[in-house]
C-alpha cells in the first residue's frame, strides 16, 4: 500500500467529515452560533491527518523526534487554518460573499483552530504515555 493511500484511509477521513459538517452547517439557520465548534473541529481534524501524515512520509523527510512531531504538526495546523482565513477573505473580495464580519471574528477563527489543534495534540501526547507505561509493565 502507497503511503499516501494508507494515509488516507488512516487519517482522511477526518478533515473530510469536518468539511461536510461545514457544508451542512453553512446552510443551517443557526450557522454563526457554531462558527466556533466548525473552526475548532477543524484545527482537530488537520493536526490529527498532519500528525499522521509526518508519520506516513518519514521515509521521505526522515524520522522526527516526538518534539518535533509535536511542534511540526501544531505549526502546520496553524498554517491550514491561517490559508483557511484567506481563501474566506479572498470570497469575499472576489466573490462578495460576506462569511468574514470583522478582524476581531477573523481571529477568534485562528484561536479556534489553534485550540483544536492542541486539544489533539494533546490527547495524542496522554495516548502516549499511556501507551508506553502500558508497554513497559507488559516487557516486566
Known sequence: ????????????????????FHQKIMRAPWRQQLDFVMHYSGGVAISFFLWHALDCFAHRFGQLTPFARYLFTFALACTVG??????????????????????????????????????????????????????????D
Open 82 to 139: 491561517l490559508f483557511w482565513e484567506f481563501a474566506e477573505l479572498f470570497s469575499d473580495v472576489v466573490y462578495g460573499t460576506h462569511i468574514q464580519h470583522s478582524v476581531r471574528e477573523t481571529m477568534r477563527d485562528l484561536i479556534a483552530d489553534a485550540t483544536g489543534a492542541l486539544t489533539t495534540l494533546t490527547l495524542t501526547w496522554i495516548v502516549r504515555c499511556f501507551t508506553t507505561k502500558r508497554q513497559a509493565a507488559a516487557a
Open 1 to 20: 500500500m502507497t503511503p499516501l493511500l494508507r494515509l488516507l484511509l488512516r487519517a482522511g477521513w477526518a478533515p473530510l467529515a469536518v468539511l461536510i
